[in-house]
C-alpha cells in the first residue's frame, strides 16, 4: 500500500533557528516528490518538486533532500521566520496515478 | 503564473439546504480538475477527479449524488454538496492541471453547517 509518513507530528522553533522534517514514503515506483506549504485556511502552495533520480533542490531557505535507496526526503528550513509558522506536506506522486499526502508537520515558529 | 481560485472562501448554511463551491484556474486551461476535502489537522482526502466535458471519478465511500461535481469548460469546476448537514463542514479544496501533471491547488473553501 503506497504510505507517505512524516515526522515529527508538530515542532515548535525559536525565530532565527533551523529545522529539518522528515518524510518517509512506501509508494514505488514514482514520478516525483513535492513539499508543500500550507498555512492556516489556505490551500497548499508548492515549496520543491524533486523527480526521483534528484538528490536534493533549494527554493530560498528551504532545501529539500531525497534518498531514493532508503526512501526518506527532507525538508530543512534555515533561519526560520515567524512566517513559516504552518503546516508542511510532502507528497509521493506515483507514475499516472493519485498524489499520495503525508498527513503533515505542523511547524509553530516562536519569537 | 498558474492560479487557481476558489469562491467562496467561507460558506455558512443551515442544514438541509445546498452549497456550490467554484474552482477556476485563471490562466491556464485545467484538463483535470481534482476536489479534496481536509478535516482539523488531517491530510488532504481526494473526494473526486474530474475532465472537462465528462463525468467525474469519485473515490470510494464519496456519495456522487451528496457531492455533484460540473466539469462544464476547461477552467471552471463546480462542487455542489447537496442537503448539507453539520458533518460535512470541512475545508474544500479544489486543485487544477494543465499540460505537465503537476497539480495547482486553490485556496480552499471552509465550509459550517450548522
Known amino acids: 500500500k503506497n504510505q507517505v509518513e512524516q515526522s515529527p507530528q508538530s515542532l515548535i522553533i525559536l525565530e532565527g533557528k533551523n529545522c529539518t522534517l522528515q518524510?518517509?514514503?512506501?509508494?514505488?515506483?514514482?514520478?516525483?516528490l513535492r513539499w508543500y506549504k500550507q498555512d492556516t485556511g489556505r490551500g497548499p502552495v508548492s515549496l520543491t518538486i524533486m523527480t526521483f533520480s534528484e538528490n536534493t533542490k533549494s527554493n530560498g531557505r528551504y532545501t529539500a533532500t531525497l534518498d531514493a535507496d532508503t526512501k526518506q526526503s527532507s525538508l530543512h528550513i534555515t533561519a526560520s521566520q515567524l512566517s513559516d509558522s504552518a503546516s508542511y506536506i510532502c507528497?509521493?506522486?506515483?507514475?499516472?496515478?493519485?498524489?499520495?499526502f503525508g498527513a503533515g508537520t505542523i511547524l509553530r515558529v516562536k519569537s | 503564473g498558474a492560479v487557481v481560485s476558489q469562491h467562496p472562501s467561507r460558506v455558512i448554511c443551515k442544514s438541509g439546504t445546498s452549497v456550490k463551491i467554484e474552482c477556476r484556474s485563471l490562466?491556464?486551461?485545467?484538463?483535470?480538475m481534482f476536489w479534496y476535502r481536509q478535516f482539523p489537522k488531517q491530510s488532504l482526502m481526494l473526494m473526486a477527479t474530474?475532465?472537462?466535458?465528462?463525468?467525474?471519478?469519485?473515490e470510494q465511500g464519496v456519495e456522487k449524488d451528496k457531492f455533484l461535481i460540473n466539469h462544464a469548460s476547461l477552467t471552471l469546476s463546480t462542487l455542489t454538496v447537496t442537503s448539507a448537514h453539520p458533518e460535512d463542514s470541512s475545508f474544500y479544496i479544489c486543485?487544477?492541471?494543465?499540460?505537465?501533471?503537476?497539480?495547482?491547488f486553490g485556496p480552499g473553501t471552509r465550509l459550517t453547517v450548522l
Open positions: 486543485s487544477a492541471t494543465g499540460r505537465t501533471d503537476t497539480q495547482y
Open positions: 490562466d491556464f486551461q485545467a484538463t483535470t
Open positions: 507528497v509521493v506522486v506515483p507514475y499516472g496515478n493519485k498524489l499520495v
Open positions: 474530474s475532465n472537462e466535458g465528462s463525468k467525474a471519478t469519485y
Open positions: 518524510c518517509n514514503y512506501t509508494v514505488s515506483p514514482f514520478s516525483n
